[in-house]
């Protein structure tokens, strides 16, 4: 009777700040009915999951090839033609939608927990130059590296890596142009962190892969026992 209770006041408390603060679906912006939601079941049902981690040389993987010694890669969400996607890592990242973030990253540990992916020591967020943290407020890898972190129960270590350079953005250059763009902006303190460990790399988008390439290789002077990849979406370069 008294649980009955509880659950009457709580539910009448969120339905009166529902109203005088209606939140919505981070995906299509309807609104929803429980405070704990984040996307509705619509949204959530609709975005498209790549399912690369159970596909050993996906076409990520095939991406990194040559270019630096990547043991694993994988997205959660294809990005390319998908609105809702886009919308995510739009709200994520220029609404600050931290919620959002960290609920994307325990969906992900809920896919990834029979995988190799669970079986990491560290998770390490692609650092964004200081300049730009301040300026944003926070890394959008962040909140997505916490839910990870959460769901997986893997430490996270976002002060060894840092990004010494504060290169321009990446979005409208081509492959070779990125590359020049990030080659050396990275670099690691403390190293003694990463030697024989197994690092989970963190970023939110994959596009040609350039500057999880620069961070994958800044690490690689520390002597990891292997590094692998993990973002929310991936985007066609
Ligand atoms: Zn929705």
Not at 40 to 49: D, F, W
């Amino acid at each position: 009777m008294k649980k009955r209770k509880i659950s009457f006041f709580r539910r009448l408390y969120y339905d009166i700040i529902n109203l005088l603060f209606p939140i919505v679906c981070a995906g299509c912006g309807r609104k929803l009915f429980f405070r704990h939601e984040v996307l509705c079941i619509t949204c959530e049902h609709a975005l498209p999951k790549t399912n690369y981690h159970r596909m050993p040389w996906n076409p990520i993987e095939k991406k990194l090839v040559g270019r630096c010694e990547i043991h694993r890669a994988s997205a959660l969400y294809f990005s390319e033609k998908n609105a809702i996607v886009r919308s995510l890592l739009y709200s994520l990242k220029y609404k600050r939608n931290e919620i959002l973030g960290r609920h994307l990253g325990l969906l992900f540990a809920r896919e990834l927990k029979e995988s190799i992916f669970a079986q990491y020591d560290l998770i390490i967020p692609v650092p964004l130059h200081p300049s730009k943290q301040r300026m944003r407020g926070f890394n959008q890898c962040q909140p997505f590296a916490e839910g990870l972190s959460e769901g997986l129960g893997i430490e996270i270590n976002n002060y060894s890596v840092y990004r010494k350079i504060a290169n321009p953005s990446q979005t409208h250059l081509n492959r070779a142009d990125r590359w020049d763009n990030v080659a050396g902006i990275f670099d690691v303190r403390e190293n003694q962190n990463f030697r024989d460990r197994k690092i989970l790399l963190i970023d939110d988008v994959i596009t040609t892969g350039s500057t999880l390439e620069a961070c994958a290789e800044a690490i690689h002077q520390c002597k990891p026992k292997e590094i692998s990849i993990l973002t929310i979406a991936v985007a066609s370069s």
